[in-house]
C-alpha cells in the first residue's frame, strides 16, 4: 500500500479460508523482488509449514516449507500438505530478516470447501431411482 513502511517480522493476514475446507495446496510467488534481505514464512497462525524461510529477493515460486507444495507433481512425489479448516482462519505470511521498502508477492491456495457434506447430508435417492 502506498506509505507502508515495511517492518522486520511483519505478518500479513492474506487468505481468508471459511470454515469446513479442505486446503490442498498452498503457495508463494515473488512478483517484485523485495529490498534487503527478507525471507518469507507462510502457513496459518502465522507460523511456516507451508513456505519456511524463502528468499524473497529474487523473482520466482518460493520453496516448499516442510509441509508445503513443491508446485508440480510427479509421480508418487505428490503435495504432502493438506489440512482440514474445521474453523475460519486466514493464511498468513511473516517477511522477516529485514524491513523492505518494495517487493510484490501473489499467494495462492486451492481449497475445497466440504461443508455441508457429511454423511448426514447424503440424498435419500437419486434420479436412477425414479427412472426404474
Known amino acids: 500500500a502506498e506509505g507502508y513502511s515495511g517492518a522486520d517480522g511483519d505478518i500479513f493476514q492474506l487468505l481468508e479460508i471459511p470454515a469446513g475446507c479442505l486446503v490442498l495446496f498452498a503457495g508463494a510467488e515473488v512478483e517484485k523482488a523485495f529490498t534487503g534481505s527478507c525471507t518469507l514464512d507462510m502457513d496459518f497462525a502465522a507460523g511456516d509449514d507451508i513456505i519456511d524461510g524463502a528468499d524473497i529477493t529474487s523473482t520466482g515460486f518460493c520453496a516448499a516449507g516442510t509441509n508445503g507444495q513443491t508446485n508440480t507433481v510427479v509421480g508418487n512425489a505428490a503435495s504432502?500438505?493438506?489440512?482440514?479448516?474445521?474453523?475460519?482462519?486466514?493464511?498468513?505470511?511473516?517477511?522477516?530478516?529485514?524491513?523492505?521498502?518494495?517487493?510484490?508477492?501473489?499467494?495462492?491456495?486451492?481449497?475445497?470447501?466440504?461443508?455441508?457434506h457429511g454423511l448426514d447430508d447424503k440424498p435419500d435417492e437419486v434420479d436412477r431411482d425414479q427412472l426404474a
Request: proline share 3%.
Open 80 to 116: 504432502t500438505y493438506t489440512q482440514f479448516i474445521s474453523t475460519a482462519d486466514t493464511i498468513d505470511c511473516t517477511i522477516a530478516g529485514a524491513a523492505p521498502a518494495t517487493g510484490r508477492l501473489r499467494v495462492y491456495a486451492t481449497v475445497i470447501d466440504l461443508a455441508g
